[in-house]
């Protein structure tokens, strides 16, 4: 096996030719700023609102409520540092779950006097009584990720959202519904309006689009800018826009959209294919109903991860023992597999193998045979 075979799609895809060739494009016409007011900067202005529109019209949400960021992690951190301009520190409940994009903030809230209840989640799923017993008058945001970036575990997130709405009927005051739906988008069908959340969070690196470029999608018209400059993005994420990158996570998510079912089929096959060569050798941790095909957390009692990792990287094998955002943190993933309830051993010798639009077949069989092989050494 002379190749490398790539199974850490959850952690980065390579960018689809499309979506370059889209980039390389907009860097060559449309290279004027669009704040300015002459002829190019106009071109230019223009063509940020067309591609606002597009992903506005995929999603079927108003462009109005789309502001282009960095990536998740900066659309996560708007929402969350929004909390510290509240006039009095109150409560938000962040499941254990969360990626560090989100739970990151938790020790900062808690600093600035901020309550913040922690959710667990047996087998990678919320329990909405759960919920409902941690809300209080006190809570002003609720996070709950679309789709788990370890175990691959889809959120029941519309029905946590109608639990918080439900109990924001009897207060009478409003809770913040947040969403971290990177792994979801392009990967399975969600639709942010039936969600009911306030806010969700996107990169374009997760399905072939540029590292380096998001979305925001927002509701709230109460949030304010965490940064000074300009007045892009009407002012809640200002700095002049990175059209190329823009335009190039246009194209990724218009032909993730487009051929949605074809790639879908494709990972469902791929997945059965890894579950039923694997499921004698290994324990496989990511449930067949509610859950991405693109992600597969499988669990060996023989190696830790960190170990099998290397093991499988030494025969040209790219996986994960979690989330790429935390592979310098301590545990990596096992804490969060912890908070589902996984016991110790399980948690600390999982692997995630995560599929993407290119992924074949033939690299699947490989990568399962070299994993059968390690483990009977």
Same mark, same amino acid.
């Given at each position: 096996?002379?190749?490398?075979?790539y199974?850490d799609n959850?952690a980065?895809?390579?960018?689809?030719?499309?979506?370059?060739?889209?980039?390389?494009?907009?860097?060559?016409?449309?290279?004027?700023n669009?704040?300015?007011?002459?002829?190019?900067?106009?071109?230019?202005?223009?063509?940020?609102?067309d591609?606002?529109?597009?992903?506005a019209?995929? #999603?079927?949400?108003?462009a109005s409520?789309l502001?282009?960021?960095?990536g998740a992690?900066e659309?996560?951190?708007?929402?969350l540092?929004?909390?510290?301009?509240?006039?009095?520190?109150?409560?938000?409940?962040?499941?254990?779950?969360?990626?560090?994009a989100?739970?990151?903030?938790?020790?900062?809230?808690?600093?600035k006097g901020?309550?913040v209840?922690s959710?667990d989640a047996?087998?990678?799923?919320i329990?909405?009584?759960?919920?409902?017993?941690?809300?209080?008058?006190?809570?002003?945001?609720?996070?709950?990720?679309?789709?788990?970036? /370890?175990?691959?575990?889809?959120?029941?997130?519309?029905?946590? /959202?109608q639990?918080?709405?439900?109990?924001?009927?009897?207060?009478?005051?409003?809770?913040?519904?947040?969403?971290?739906?990177t792994?979801?988008?392009?990967k399975?069908?969600?639709?942010?309006?039936?969600?009911?959340?306030?806010?969700?969070?996107?990169?374009?690196?997760?399905?072939?689009?540029?590292?380096?470029?998001?979305?925001?999608?927002?509701?709230?018209?109460?949030?304010?800018?965490?940064?000074?400059g300009?007045?892009?993005?009407?002012s809640?994420?200002?700095?002049?826009?990175n059209?190329?990158?823009?335009?190039?996570?246009?194209?990724?998510?218009?032909?993730a959209?487009?051929?949605?079912?074809?790639?879908?089929?494709?990972?469902?096959?791929i997945n059965?294919? /890894?579950?039923?060569s #694997?499921?004698?050798?290994?324990?496989?941790?990511?449930p067949?109903?509610?859950s991405?095909?693109y992600?597969l957390?499988?669990?060996?009692?023989k190696?830790?991860?960190?170990?099998?990792?290397?093991?499988?990287?030494?025969?040209?094998?790219?996986?994960?023992?979690?989330s790429?955002c935390?592979?310098?943190?301590?545990?990596?993933?096992?804490?969060v597999?912890?908070?589902?309830?996984?016991?110790?051993?399980?948690?600390?010798?999982?692997i995630?193998?995560?599929?993407?639009?290119?992924?074949? /077949?033939?690299?699947?069989?490989?990568?399962?045979?070299?994993?059968?092989?390690?483990?009977?050494?």
């Amino acid at each position: 096996m002379n190749s490398m075979l790539y199974f850490d799609n959850a952690a980065t895809t390579k960018i689809s030719e499309v979506a370059l060739a889209a980039y390389d494009k907009v860097s060559e016409e449309y290279w004027a700023n669009p704040s300015s007011l002459h002829r190019e900067g106009q071109k230019a202005k223009q063509r940020l609102e067309d591609d606002r529109n597009e992903i506005a019209r995929y #999603l079927g949400v108003p462009a109005s409520t789309l502001t282009f960021t960095s990536g998740a992690t900066e659309a996560n951190g708007i929402i969350l540092q929004n909390l510290l301009w509240a006039p009095k520190s109150q409560s938000v409940i962040i499941p254990s779950i969360e990626h560090n994009a989100v739970r990151g903030y938790e020790r900062l809230l808690r600093e600035k006097g901020w309550d913040v209840v922690s959710l667990d989640a047996p087998r990678g799923f919320i329990n909405p009584r759960q919920l409902e017993s941690a809300l209080s008058d006190q809570t002003r945001l609720v996070c709950c990720m679309l789709v788990n970036n /370890v175990l691959g575990t889809v959120q029941m997130v519309e029905e946590l /959202v109608q639990v918080v709405r439900n109990f924001q009927m009897r207060t009478g005051r409003k809770i913040h519904v947040h969403t971290d739906a990177t792994q979801a988008l392009g990967k399975v069908d969600f639709n942010l309006t039936k969600l009911g959340v306030d806010s969700a969070a996107f990169s374009a690196h997760k399905l072939q689009g540029p590292r380096g470029i998001g979305l925001l999608y927002n509701t709230d018209s109460s949030l304010v800018a965490l940064s000074q400059g300009g007045e892009q993005e009407r002012s809640l994420r200002p700095g002049t826009e990175n059209l190329p990158a823009i335009e190039a996570m246009t194209v990724a998510i218009k032909d993730a959209f487009d051929r949605f079912d074809e790639h879908q089929q494709r990972a469902q096959e791929i997945n059965a294919l /890894v579950r039923a060569s #694997l499921g004698e050798v290994v324990n496989i941790l990511t449930p067949k109903e509610n859950s991405s095909p693109y992600i597969l957390n499988i669990s060996t009692n023989k190696f830790p991860s960190e170990v099998f990792t290397r093991m499988l990287y030494d025969q040209n094998c790219c996986v994960s023992s979690g989330s790429a955002c935390s592979n310098n943190a301590k545990q990596k993933a096992e804490n969060v597999l912890s908070a589902m309830k996984f016991p110790p051993s399980i948690a600390k010798g999982s692997i995630r193998l995560s599929f993407g639009y290119d992924t074949t /077949v033939e690299q699947a069989q490989q990568l399962c045979t070299t994993i059968r092989q390690l483990i009977r050494m």
